[in-house]
């Protein structure tokens, strides 16, 4: 009963999963202008109806399984009642017992029976609840390791120096035997400028997903000052490393909480940043200014950003969380060039006393690197400076020329000197 209990609970927990997942893209913007560009609202509802169904199908089991023991638990009531009327019938008759021990008997077996019932459905109850406090109580040893570890490195000091190791790393996916990172071996030396390049599938973001301890290597390791980062726990490790990812996703919540991600705000540090960040002038123009809600989701008054001012706020974002080290993983790939370079510009303004990683498939920033590495097929084909690279005439080379200046603004290389 217990296996069929846990096996229910997790089918319609996925049950769910799915139907929420059905439900948000119905009310994310992307998801419906999907929807309605490429007239996809027949095929969207034959996902939401088969859900539906499958919904309707396990409640519908459940009932049935429920209903079919009643009914069983009904029958062996009624035959141990007639039974014990039977008995209780005969007694009478022989002259055993009186009409009054007649119903004196046969109450207390109905009040039995009904209280034996009752003890039975509370049971089942019973296991249910201890089901639910299970998880319940798995959930918060959760919290408690967290809180440990983190109470543990509350002194945690966030070094002065920053120098990551990559030594043989390699990575394949569970039940693959493809490696996507296949034997890396780079040094990113403490406040260097790295831009890692290449085609689509060659192994960049998830280079970075590893770097964040997103995914575990499947062989070599990757140190933090010497140190394996994962032998740092994740509350100590976090704390150096800010990111902007290409999915990066703005809160619907006010400008200011979207900055700082605490109600304890340093307005004078969001404002100085906003103003690298290029978005001082916007924020000016809103009648509540950095308490302006993003959408309209918490606010009939909230504001729409723009594609480059949600992406120049989400690096604000990691600015404001002042690590060390600063990560772009694309955040700027919907962008024009020009809009792309001015982002860069802004950023490479904000970071020049911080280790920072870029990817982009476009070089607006690779001529000001200290190094560039370029990825192919999992492996770094190619590493150095973009002059370095340019005399080697590889990969980059091709790329670039075919990029050309006009994806390079001299108010990035202006910010860097």
Same mark, same amino acid.
């Given at each position: 009963?217990?296996?069929? =209990? ?64 009643? %009914? ?5 009531? /009624? ?5 014990? !009327? ?40 019973? &296991? ?24 543990? &490195? ?53 280079? %970075? ?6 995914? =575990?290597?499947?062989?070599?390791? %990757? ?53 690298? /960040? ?26 729409? !950003? ?7 706020? /989400? ?100 910010? !860097?000197?």
């Amino acid at each position: 009963m217990e296996r069929y =209990r846990n096996k229910m609970r997790k089918y319609h927990a996925e049950n769910v999963r799915h139907g929420d997942y059905l439900y948000q893209i119905t009310y994310s913007e992307g998801g419906a202008k999907e929807i309605r560009l490429n007239s996809l609202q027949d095929w969207y509802m034959d996902k939401t109806k088969n859900h539906r169904n499958n919904m309707v199908g396990m409640q519908f089991g459940e009932f049935r399984r429920h209903t079919f023991y009643n %009914i069983i638990m009904a029958i062996i009531v /009624a035959a141990q009642s007639f039974v014990i !009327l039977w008995l209780l019938a005969g007694s009478y008759i022989d002259g055993a017992i009186s009409i009054a021990d007649f119903t004196m008997y046969f109450s207390a077996v109905a009040a039995l029976t009904a209280s034996l019932s009752a003890i039975t459905e509370q049971l089942g109850n019973y &296991n249910q609840q201890v089901l639910n406090v299970s998880d319940y109580e798995k959930f918060m040893d959760m919290t408690k390791i967290i809180k440990k570890d983190a109470s543990e &490195n509350s002194g945690f000091a966030i070094p002065d120096k920053t120098e990551f190791v990559f030594t043989d790393v390699s990575f394949a996916y569970p039940n693959s035997d493809k490696k996507v990172i296949d034997n890396i071996n780079i040094k990113i030396s403490d406040k260097e400028k790295l831009v890692i390049v290449g085609a689509n599938g060659a192994g960049k973001s998830t280079f %970075i997903k590893l770097l964040c301890k997103f995914y =575990r290597p499947t062989s070599g390791k %990757i140190t933090l000052n010497g140190v394996d980062i994962w032998d740092m726990p994740n509350e100590e490790y976090y704390k150096i490393i800010s990111a902007v990812f290409q999915d990066f996703a703005n809160l619907s919540f006010t400008l200011r909480e979207n900055i700082s991600m605490n109600e304890n705000s340093d307005m004078g540090k969001i404002v100085k940043i906003i103003d690298g /960040a290029g978005l001082r002038e916007r924020i000016d123009e809103m009648a509540k200014g950095y308490d302006t809600y993003i959408s309209k989701n918490f606010d009939s008054e909230g504001i729409e !950003l723009s594609g480059g001012q949600s992406q120049k706020l /989400a690096i604000a974002r990691a600015v404001y969380k002042d690590a060390p080290v600063l990560i772009l993983d694309e955040p700027t790939a919907n962008l024009d060039p020009k809009a792309e370079s001015e982002i860069y510009a802004d950023f490479f303004a904000m970071a020049k006393d911080k280790t920072t990683i870029f990817i982009s498939h476009r070089l607006a920033a690779s001529t000001v690197a200290d190094n560039i590495a370029v990825f192919s097929e999992g492996k770094i084909a190619e590493y150095g400076p973009h002059d370095d690279l340019m005399k080697q005439g590889g990969i980059y080379a091709q790329m670039y020329r075919k990029q050309s200046s006009q994806y390079v603004s001299e108010t990035v290389y202006d910010s !860097l000197t």
